[in-house]
């Protein structure tokens, strides 16, 4: 199931790259080790940063997190060779269309779920 998970967002980044100008990848791998080190960086960075900056996100009402967002993605394209963005415009778009198809096929996964 986790393969599976690791498969479905390496494809979900390539779609990204696709649709957003500015992202690119240079090959299957170098997207298959960025879905890897965004989970990382999702995992143990992203909840760091959104405790550290809790008084500007209240503040916002929680918009500074898709700041955030694009943060953790740009930071995995200075991590990864291969992935490249280009400016943080792009990594904001990339990251907000990320976070949007990632959000619709969870919802299509426990909708499915709950047929079971």
């Given at each position: 199931m986790i393969l599976l998970r690791w498969l479905l967002n390496t494809l979900?980044?390539?779609?990204?790259?696709?649709?957003?100008?500015?992202?690119?990848?240079?090959s299957f791998w170098s997207?298959?080790?960025?879905?890897?080190?965004?989970?990382?960086?999702?995992?143990?960075?992203?909840?760091?940063?959104i405790l550290l900056t809790l008084p500007i996100n209240i503040l916002t009402l929680g918009l500074f997190t898709l700041v955030i967002n694009a943060l953790m993605f740009w930071l995995a394209s200075t991590i990864v060779k291969g992935f490249e963005i280009e400016n943080f415009t792009a990594a904001f778009i990339g990251a907000l269309v990320y976070m949007v198809i990632v959000m619709l096929l969870n919802f299509l996964e426990s909708k499915a779920a709950k047929r079971r």
């Open positions: 979900v980044l390539i779609l990204v790259a696709w649709i957003t100008p500015g992202i690119m990848f240079s997207a298959l080790i960025t879905s890897a080190v965004l989970g990382l960086i999702n995992a143990l960075i992203r909840p760091l940063i």
